[in-house]
């Protein structure tokens, strides 16, 4: 790996000026000039409303989108000189619905990206019922089910266990417990917190629940119609004075007003 | 004569055409699905190419069959009279059906599974055999049965440019303006696409996955 003296020696991902405009070149831009660099081990919270281009700076990270100007750098290396099979291969990816494939039981799901790094079966084997354990699902009972025979949770709980496969060590999450139901969704949350605490994986983490946000970041970065507008741990976060800040920490005091239960 | 004592009596000849009936059906569905279906996946990508073969198959199949086999006789190698130029028209018949729930196959799925696929760092080549395919199959057989009873139909016309099958049975009885030998080959016909549309309905539900 050409390893450039400009990045800082613990940046796993950083994006440098980045700006990515639909096709064609000249399009709207759904994220401008964005900086940031999310060092290792670190969860790096991408907050912000729909369409401020959250999902897109993930995109961005495994090239399944190329900026039209400036460069995003995955372990030292530029997204455009990367293999993107190999990229993706070191990255795990859960999304909201989870995108499991319907044809595949749960444990040739998990299994998929080690099958395509041809590991043995019986290491694959051990890895699946390995993993099923880490996201709380008892490999006897859920191994040979399809994802149709699951719950909304538990087909969340396979997407992570998907993700973590083959020991990436980069984590891109689109909004993973957007469409739960608030029980299992604040449950999953708990878990997956201290399971990331656990894991020591870098996390890119997209939401637009603030609560979520406080609950899971090292650092949370609010997007603004494709700009980055404020930056800080969660601690610090709450106190920036930023009218979108302000938007959002409102909008806490009435999810816990109504949600009473989720105050923990 | 009865309609059932013509049977009794014929069992054997009628028997032997339902077989030949059935060989042109297969012959021709099998080149049929070797074009449609790699066609269908090799368009998938390419929009222009798309509404081409697609435009083609379509207007292929608005020509009526008696005069897609009358236009083949005439064309060198393969045309004429007999099997061939009836497999040909057959195959351009059934291509359609197949071709185009191909494409739809291929296009009808989830796109967060298929953005998962990319984002886990499958290859085009593997979203397309291990993901695309597999859940485009019910669809893809879907039109192979539509196919395989429009073939069935359509192949006892073939009996007009000598290319044998129960169409023979029909053509004689119109001449000879006898029911019996009429259904003689409308009844076995008819119990192929029967049959047909039963067993690879069958086989398209085993393969659905929801």
Redesign the interface.
């Known amino acids: 790996m050409n390893a450039k003296p400009m990045a800082l020696p613990n940046s796993v991902i950083e994006f440098r000026g980045v700006t990515y405009r639909v096709p064609p070149a000249n399009g709207h831009a759904l994220v401008s000039d964005i900086s940031f660099a999310v060092h290792a081990g670190e969860t790096l919270v991408l907050l912000g409303r729909s369409g401020s281009g959250k999902t897109t700076i993930l995109k961005l990270t495994n090239r399944l989108l190329l900026p039209s100007a400036g460069h995003v750098l995955v372990s030292d290396r530029s997204t455009s000189d990367w293999d993107p099979i190999r990229l993706r291969r070191g990255i795990g990816y859960v999304i909201q619905e989870a995108g499991l494939f319907p044809h595949f039981t749960v444990a040739e799901n998990v299994g998929l990206v080690p099958a395509l790094e041809n590991w043995d079966s019986g290491r694959i084997a051990r890895r699946v019922e390995e993993l099923l354990r880490l996201v709380g699902l008892d490999p006897g009972e859920f191994a040979a089910r399809r994802p149709r025979e699951l719950s909304g949770g538990q087909r969340q709980r396979v997407g992570v266990a998907r993700a973590l496969a083959a020991d990436p060590p980069i984590l891109l999450m689109d909004e993973p417990f957007g469409a739960l139901d608030p029980v299992t969704r604040s449950e999953l949350q708990r878990e997956f917190s201290a399971l990331a605490r656990r894991l020591g994986k870098t996390i890119v983490f997209v939401t637009h629940d603030l609560r979520e946000a406080l609950l899971l970041a090292s650092r949370i970065a609010l997007l603004e119609a494709g700009r980055i507008v404020a930056v800080g741990t969660p601690q610090e976060f709450l106190h920036i004075d930023h009218p979108e800040v302000h938007a959002f920490t409102a909008s806490l005091t009435t999810s816990l007003v109504t949600q009473p239960g989720a105050s923990t | 004569m009865t309609t059932w004592s013509f049977f009794l009596e014929h069992h054997a000849e009628i028997f032997d055409t339902t077989l030949e009936h059935l060989t042109l059906v297969i012959i021709a569905m099998a080149f049929a699905i070797l074009i449609g279906v790699p066609l269908g996946m090799f368009v998938v990508q390419r929009p222009a190419l798309r509404t081409l073969a697609l435009g083609i198959a379509s207007i292929l199949q608005t020509v009526p069959s008696l005069a897609l086999f009358g236009f083949l006789i005439p064309i060198p190698f393969i045309g004429g009279i007999g099997r061939r130029t009836a497999i040909v028209a057959l195959v351009l018949y059934a291509i359609l059906p197949i071709l185009r729930n191909t494409y739809v196959g291929l296009t009808g799925i989830?796109p967060?599974?298929l953005?998962?696929?990319?984002?886990?760092?499958?290859?085009d080549a593997?979203i397309l055999w291990r993901?695309r395919l597999?859940?485009a199959l019910a669809v893809i057989l879907a039109g192979i049965r539509t196919a395989t009873v429009i073939t069935i139909g359509v192949a006892t016309i073939a009996a007009v440019i000598g290319a044998g099958g129960l169409g023979t049975f029909i053509f004689r009885g119109v001449a000879m303006v006898s029911d019996a030998v009429i259904l003689a080959g409308a009844i076995p016909a008819a119990l192929l696409a029967i049959l047909a549309d039963l067993l690879l309905g069958l086989l398209e539900r085993k393969l659905k996955?929801?």
């Not at chain 2, 953005?115 to 290859?123: D, H, K, L, N, P």
């Open positions: 989830d967060s599974v953005e998962a696929a990319e984002a886990m760092g499958m290859t593997q993901v597999p859940l996955v929801s």
